[in-house]
């Protein structure tokens, strides 16, 4: 999912244009282990054969409506690290931002509806209107 996101944020800024030297980049930090590239492979393999073949591989995939126990969901988290360079035009000074968010539930369930909620937040707090 990541190339997506990143294409997804190239693209709006070059169709917002917000800055010209727009640099982004998204990485995942996992476990190095056999295991998990075994468990990652797994994955990519069901979900190509499912795409391709779903007579003979859809029984490896959930099923609509099927998802995460709730214990399961509560015992997930994500720690997100970014960093951006700003630049004044004026005095051509760089300063760089550190920012570390830590959620402590699942992200892809739990935390979903608090992130639109926050993007739409902070879009209102940053728009500016022209009635």
């Known amino acids: 999912m990541a190339p997506v996101m990143v294409n997804c944020i190239r693209r ?4 917002l244009g917000y800055n010209s030297a727009f640099a982004y980049g998204d990485c995942m930090l996992r476990d190095p282990s056999l ?63 550190h920012a570390k968010y830590t959620f402590h539930e699942d992200v892809s369930y739990l935390a979903t509806a608090k992130f639109l909620v926050e993007a739409g937040r902070l879009l209102l707090a940053t728009a500016h209107f022209s009635w």
């Open 35 to 97: 295991l998990q590239w075994i468990r990652d492979k797994w994955q990519a393999t069901t979900t190509a054969a499912a795409i391709l073949a779903p007579s003979l591989f859809l029984r490896f995939m959930p099923a609509p409506g099927e998802g995460p126990t709730r214990e399961f969901m509560d015992s997930g988290w994500l720690v997100l690290h970014s960093r951006a360079v700003m630049k004044d035009k004026v005095s051509q000074k760089e300063t760089t931002l």
């Open 12 to 15: 709006s800024n070059a169709l």
